[in-house]
């Protein structure tokens, strides 16, 4: 296979897109694993001068970050991208250049977070919360937190995409017959963390941009008493607390996915373990507060998170117990994949525990923002969610490499692994009277014992994570070649060669009614070869690399934000071109599963799943105004700022061009191209006079002191129409894209998908100025 | 609802503040019950991984096998009694913890109420006859002693370490925290939320004094 760089940079298919998430996350672990060793010798005596204060602050923070949002979903998607369109019969994702763009926003928006470390004052040290108001500029004045912040907006535009893509895929390109629930379970995992992760981002963006907007605008969302640190806590939370279960979903599922395989016997429950899981996800949604049980938040409120953050133990416990039960009058294989299984079972329960411990209010009044809750964390998210991919990792890995590795190694790698992770977070369970983040913690009291043991358990643990990689590395040196089938699974993956070839299967795979999985000839039993350059596109790379100098450009200097804004410009044109010549070609399968989505086509999913995600953002920035509103004595009355006459001319404008966007639909429905343009044109015409108007406004607020940094009211003004000018812009240069294929005729009454999805969005950002306007404008 | 459970420890254990007993207490509860749950599931986990060790290359008659989705096994019961389980043991700690955060929350009346400032980095104390201090907090012994914490910058928190109580110090927000200190000493106060540079050094003295002593440093 072609190993060039053009193919790496250039490629959209699935596994290399895989591959490089898995060298990409691996590399942020090494990243990640190095600052935590620094924290830990830092930490290994009392009164140590290793690192001073503001180094070890960078460290805490960038470690979390990057271990958070860099290592451990990403890791979960390098198989999520290699092996869930095996498991489910598909020949890719269903958009592969957005999925390649997804990839590259993700590396970029690391490396963006991480030029912080070169600037004067260094990276972000804000802890990985990047808690208000020490977030704001005022508290932090270095650039490397709004550094931090543009990387963490590439890293959302990064999970958003990627979000999209494996909904549609999921649920559109199965194999016909492969229904739900005959889903292998990795599949089933990836799915939820998806839905999940489309509920939960928008909430972090939300805050996010509140926060560059604070930091480079000058806006008071949490400097102000009324928003602040409560209303980062909410944003943040809302995001945080799923995102634990996103983190740790891919790996639950995975030691489901395992645990058959090597027990040699089928999943017990796998119904209700999925039903468990399902309920799990959709109730880390009401759980956020426990993050906030002693900030003072209303107590009725409170209790009721108490109730669900309790309850949400009892999904979570089925889950174990039908892994558990899963091993009962099994035959077990101790390889390496299920020797890391069993381990991250045993210490994902351990953490399970401790985390009940933490939803009382009465015992967070004293174990709150101490080790004991490290120790927690760590339990779950390095034994259980880590732990659950590493053996992922050994279990796909020949799949992927087409190698064996030394299973002697790997049980030494195990052995090792688990104790040191023990020796290093199980002491911190006793360290109840130190603070989280603090560099140095003074020779009176018994805390010296455990940090000591701890210390000593990261270098064990360090050590074992060398001897994983040596695994690695050996096994592509000269491992054994791999068997299609090495451990006696039953997914489709393992019925294609190891590695898999580029179009993934000769023929459509079909699942019978009896669960046999066939494979029968898609067109008459003529292979379909597909090569590299049909599936190289430039467009994804560019676009991220345009987008990240232009944030970095925003944040150093216009120079590299102008180069950044062309690149990005002239990455879009190409993107277009390529569209509109129809170089880079999707196709559907014929045939397939696709309930309960089985009357609309892939890019319309995509477009109602992206609008339902911009619902979620539009309702956190909506709902931090109202959160400032009601925490606010005093606000302006109707007509005391707004001229009412620009805002209602703006608001027919915007209506109007819903309509005759409408029209232009209408129109190449029946065929018409001239009502087509003329329908495009002026919706076109009245989205730029919108605009215009909303200067001619601005720069009338401007002139009577009505700045974004003001007041309360200005700041949300200015933010929430900010944003909603933006979505206009955006849909202003796919107007304009559309325009252009429209008088190259590039539309006929067969096909007009991208006109339609125009519409869809069009109509959607005119419903959200139609919330905007009485919220912001009238009450 | 008050739980003096805390009368049983005395004669054990020094009793600091009626909130450290009953924390105690509450921390055993659940510590009891997690290890008892966590010992007898990873126990089971264990002992299944033992005694269901392959022997030989025998498989059982449902075993995975290549392009045959898998048997469903296993029934609802399951999950239904590990539901009732579960809750069962939720509902006797959330009572536990319900009788706790009565006591934390609810301050006895006619106490001292002492006014804490966070800020980068230290604790300003103001008393309610205008008197204040900086670092260095003095309580009299055996009195109620209310703390109503806030923050003049970043987001702090008031831990008082030996007491076992913590407030969020959150600028424009009270938090109320008490305590009723029962023995004469030097005790920590620190920082638990970090707020900068300066967080790991953002500490405090509670010096609690017996009553005549504090009446006297008081009045100056």
Redesign the interface.
């Known amino acids: 296979m072609d190993s060039s760089l053009t193919r790496w940079l250039f490629t959209t298919n699935h596994k290399d897109i895989g591959i490089l998430y898995l060298v990409t996350s691996l590399y942020f672990l090494i990243l990640g694993g190095a600052l935590a060793i620094l924290m830990r010798i830092q930490l290994m005596l009392p009164n140590n001068q290793f690192l001073s204060?503001?180094p070890f602050?960078q460290a805490?923070t960038v470690h979390g970050l990057i271990m958070v949002l860099w290592f451990l979903s990403p890791l979960a998607f390098a198989f999520a991208n290699y092996i869930v369109p095996l498991q489910i019969g598909a020949r890719d994702l269903a958009f592969p250049r957005l999925n390649a763009m997804s990839y590259w926003f993700y590396l970029f928006g690391g490396l963006l977070a991480a030029v912080g470390f070169f600037t004067p004052g260094g990276a972000i040290d804000?802890?990985w919360t990047v808690?208000?108001?020490?977030n704001t500029l005022?508290?932090?004045r270095q650039l490397g937190v709004t550094l931090g912040g543009a990387g963490l907006l590439m890293l959302i535009a990064s999970v958003t995409m990627g979000t999209v893509n494996f909904l549609v895929t999921i649920f559109r390109l199965r194999a016909k017959g492969m229904s739900l629930f005959?889903m292998p379970m990795y599949s089933w995992g990836i799915l939820l963390t998806v839905f999940m992760m489309l509920l939960a981002f928008p909430s972090i963006l939300a805050g996010v941009i509140m926060l560059v907007a604070d930091r480079l605008l000058g806006t008071l969302y949490f400097l102000s008493?009324?928003g602040?640190?409560?209303l980062w806590d909410h944003l943040f939370w809302f995001f945080g607390h799923p995102e634990v279960y996103i983190l740790l979903m891919p790996g639950l599922m995975a030691i489901a996915e395992i645990f058959?395989?090597f027990?040699?016997?089928?999943?017990?429950?796998?119904?209700?373990l999925i039903f468990?899981a399902i309920i799990g996800s959709a109730m880390s949604f009401i759980v956020w507060a426990h993050h906030m049980f002693?900030?003072?938040i209303d107590?009725g409120f409170r209790k009721f998170m108490?109730?669900t953050t309790?309850?949400i133990?009892?999904p979570f416990?089925?889950i174990?117990?039908?892994l558990?039960?899963t091993?009962?009058?099994?035959?077990?294989?101790?390889k390496t994949p299920m020797l890391f299984a069993?381990g991250s079972?045993?210490l994902f329960?351990?953490g399970g525990?401790?985390g009940?411990?933490n939803s009382?209010?009465?015992?967070d009044?004293?174990l709150?923002?101490?080790y004991w809750i490290v120790a927690h964390f760590h339990y779950t998210l390095v034994g259980g969610a880590t732990g659950g991919l590493i053996a992922a990792l050994y279990y796909w890995w020949p799949k992927m490499t087409g190698r064996m590795y030394s299973e002697r190694l790997g049980k030494l790698h195990f052995t090792i692994y688990m104790i040191g992770f023990n020796l290093l977070y199980f002491p911190m369970h006793l360290l109840v009277?130190m603070?989280?983040?603090?560099?140095?913690?003074s020779e009176e009291g018994s805390l010296w014992l455990n940090n000591y043991l701890s210390t000593i358990g990261s270098f064990i643990f360090a050590i074992s994570w060398i001897i994983f990689f040596l695994i690695l590395l050996k096994s592509l040196r000269n491992g054994k070649r791999a068997e299609s089938?090495p451990w006696?699974?039953?997914s489709l993956e393992?019925?294609v060669p190891s590695p898999p070839p580029y179009h993934n299967f000769d023929v459509n795979p079909e699942?019978e009614s009896d669960?046999?999985?066939?494979v029968i000839n898609a067109n008459g039993g003529s292979v379909e070869s597909e090569t590299h350059n049909v599936h190289l596109s430039k467009g994804p790379l560019m676009v991220a690399l345009g987008t990240f100098l232009a944030l970095l450009g925003v944040s150093l200097s216009i120079f590299i934000l102008l180069i950044g804004s062309i690149i990005f410009a002239i990455a879009l044109f190409g993107w277009a071109k390529e569209n509109i010549l129809g170089r880079f070609v999707i196709r559907e399968p014929e045939v397939g599963e696709r309930w309960p989505f089985s009357s609309i086509c892939n890019m319309k999913l995509g477009v109602w799943f992206f609008l339902f995600g911009e619902v979620v953002f539009f309702s956190s920035i909506l709902g931090g105004y109202l959160f400032i509103r009601a925490n606010s004595t005093s606000w302006p009355i109707l007509g005391e700022v707004f001229d009412l006459k620009l805002a209602s001319i703006n608001t027919f404008l915007l209506i109007t061009s819903s309509l005759t966007a409408m029209m232009a639909l209408n129109f190449i429905r029946k065929g018409e191209q001239r009502g087509l343009k003329l329908g495009l044109l002026l919706t076109f015409a009245l989205g730029l006079l919108f605009l215009i108007n909303k200067g001619i406004e601005w720069e009338e607020l401007f002139k009577h002191g009505f700045t974004p940094s003001s007041s309360l009211p200005a700041t949300i003004f200015y933010t929430t129409t900010g944003i909603h000018g933006a979505h206009v812009l955006a849909g202003l240069i796919v107007l304009l894209y559309l325009l252009v294929r429209a008088y190259k005729g590039g539309f006929s009454r067969e096909n007009y998908d991208s006109v339609e999805y125009f519409d869809m969005y069009w109509n959607f950002v005119d419903v959200v100025w139609l919330f905007i306007f009485p919220l912001l404008y009238l009450i | 609802m008050k739980v003096r459970i805390y009368f049983k420890f005395k004669g054990r254990i020094i009793v600091l503040s009626p909130?450290t007993a009953?924390?105690d207490w509450?921390?055993i509860l659940?510590?009891t019950i997690?290890s008892i749950?966590?010992a007898i599931?990873?126990g089971?986990?264990?002992y299944?991984?033992i005694k269901?060790?392959?022997?030989g290359e025998?498989?059982?008659k449902?075993?995975?096998?290549?392009?045959?989705?898998?048997?469903?096994?296993?029934?609802?019961k399951?999950?239904f009694v590990?539901?009732l389980i579960?809750?069962g043991i939720?509902f006797t700690?959330?009572l536990?913890?319900m009788q706790?955060?009565d006591l934390?929350?609810k301050p006895p009346k006619g106490s001292l109420t002492i006014e804490v400032h966070a800020y980068?980095w230290g604790w300003k104390f103001i008393y309610p006859n205008g008197k204040q201090v900086v670092g260095e907090l003095r309580v009299p012994k055996n009195e109620v002693i209310t703390f109503k914490v806030t923050s003049d910058?970043?987001?702090h928190?008031f831990?008082l370490?030996e007491f076992?109580?913590?407030?969020?110090a959150?600028?424009?927000?009270?938090?109320t925290?008490w305590i009723k200190p029962s023995q004469a000493g030097v005790y920590t106060i620190?920082?638990?939320?970090?707020?900068?540079?300066?967080?790991?050094?953002m500490k405090g003295k509670m010096i609690v004094m017996e009553p005549e002593d504090f009446d006297r440093w008081y009045a100056e």
């Open positions: 204060a503001g602050n805490v804000t802890g808690y208000a108001p020490l005022n508290y932090s005959k008493n009324e602040g640190a409560i058959p395989v027990a040699r016997r089928p999943l017990y429950g796998k119904r209700i468990a002693v900030t003072g107590p108490t109730i309790e309850a133990s009892i416990g089925i174990t117990l039908c558990i039960l091993l009962f009058r099994a035959s077990i294989r101790f069993l079972l045993a329960i351990v525990i401790t009940v411990f009382s209010v009465a015992l009044y004293n709150r923002g101490t009277d603070p989280r983040r603090v560099a140095v913690y089938n006696g699974s039953w393992w019925m699942v669960g046999t999985i066939k | 909130i009953q924390w509450l921390f659940y510590a997690g749950v966590g599931v990873i089971f986990l264990i299944s991984s269901y060790k392959a022997k025998r498989e059982p449902d075993a995975p096998s290549l392009g045959k989705i898998p048997a469903e096994r296993g029934t609802m399951v999950a590990l539901t579960v809750a939720l700690i959330t536990g913890t706790t955060v934390i929350e980068q910058d970043v987001f928190n831990g370490i076992k109580v913590k407030g969020d959150i600028k424009g927000k009270i938090n925290i620190q920082c638990f939320e970090l707020c900068g540079i300066g967080h790991s050094w």
